[in-house]
């Protein structure tokens, strides 16, 4: 399949990071093949008309749990602490494979239709969520997130599920899904288990996606009960000998800062949830200053109450200007670094996705420039941060294959998915 994006604008975001106006992109099978000048020796199939839009990567959701949508507006307006143990918990508990299924694919048509191509997701039935991903044609890292019970028969019976679930999916649906080993966080494991799962990870050669200080409470517990940060906890068990990728990061110290620095962790900074559920806002620019990888996530649809992208890079450019009191703080390009390349890098996925360059995978989407609130056209970077709505997302391509197009998501039929999230939602509720 070859694909021909004409007189389109792009804004790469690898190297070069300053917009092209009037290039042409082609795609050949699911790699971008060449950029600029028109070529007649590169066959295609389908040429698109990228007049009056901009070519953007595709965003990348680096911390979610997608699942929840089924939860979505469903226990508002509540600490994280109660949240989670009084509302979220008790009804997790009687979740099914089915109801992960429906949730994960109602969250992949919001992703879709607001340019998200590759998500990092950690929660329950992840074979359900691989399902989802293979069939809607979306990237995915998925992990089976690993909370320690009492029962060392469960435990055990998690840590298998996690190696299945390695075994099973790393590396299919045509190289779009990756599996990641996912400790909850250390206030729901202990150090033994922490341990287990880091021997785990060695084994399966995955990285680690985990919780770290998102609540004040979080951390002064870790020093109640270890004389030490969350962060420097784990540094201190050997966790960060494996690539990490470390979700809020809210409550961090100078010292939480140095040793995510010096070890390489990956940041993902998740801004719309944290401040929904009052954790506060991560030192975003202190960490960019150290040269932290800072990433974007949503989180999870219940906590947020969306998977919007572009919401997400817009919080993360204002926020930390207010919060510094520094208006040239994280700005605007920076914020679009942290939604698409920046989410590569975090996911050990930047060689191939992440920027718009020759030879990179053909993960891409088409804003549509031609709104009123996207005029007059001064800067297309600075309209991209801070205009631009998830609903101007056009066209999206992943993997070279063009999965919606002129606002129509090909691959899912989303009347059929809107209903069954629907009945599978009342349903666990009612259980």
Known sequence: MGILIKNVTLLPMGKEKEPVEN??????DNQIEHIG??????????????????????????????????????????????WLTQKI????ANLKAEDIYWGSMLSIVEMIQSGVTC????????????????ESGIRGVLSRGLIEEDSEKINNEKLEDTKKLYNNWHGKADGRIKVMVAPHAPYTCGPDYLKRIMNLANELGAGIHVHLSETRKEV????????????????????????????????????????????????????????KLASGFAPVQKMLDKGICVALGTDGSSS????????EINLAALINKGVLKEATSVPAIKAIEMGTINGAKALNWDKEIG????????????????????YPKHNVVSAIAYSCQASDVD??????KIIMEGYEIRTIDVEKVMYNAERCAKDLINR
């Open 23 to 28: 290039t042409n992109i082609y795609i050949v």
């Open 37 to 82: 000048y028109l070529r007649g020796d590169i066959k295609v199939d389908r040429v698109i008309d990228g007049n009056g839009k901009v070519a953007l990567p595709g965003l990348i959701n680096a911390h979610t749990h997608i699942a929840m949508s089924l939860l979505r507006n469903y226990a508002d307006d509540v600490p994280l602490h109660e």
């Open 89 to 92: 918990w008790p009804v997790e």
């Open 119 to 134: 998500f990092s997701d950690m929660y329950f039935f992840m074979d359900e969520v691989g399902k989802a991903v293979e």
């Open 220 to 275: 002064e517990e870790s020093f109640y009960k270890f004389n030490k940060s969350p962060i420097k906890h784990v540094y201190d068990l050997g966790l960060f000998k494996y690539p990490t990728l470390a979700a809020h990061c809210v409550h961090v110290s100078d010292e939480d800062i140095e040793i995510l620095g010096e070890n390489n962790v990956a940041v993902v900074n998740n801004p719309g949830s944290n401040l």
């Open 304 to 311: 947020n109450n969306n998977l919007n992208m572009f919401e």
């Open 355 to 374: 920027s718009i360059e020759v030879g990179k995978k053909a993960d891409l989407i088409l804003i549509d420039m031609e709104k009123p609130h996207l």
């Open 395 to 400: 066209t999206v391509i992943v993997n070279g």
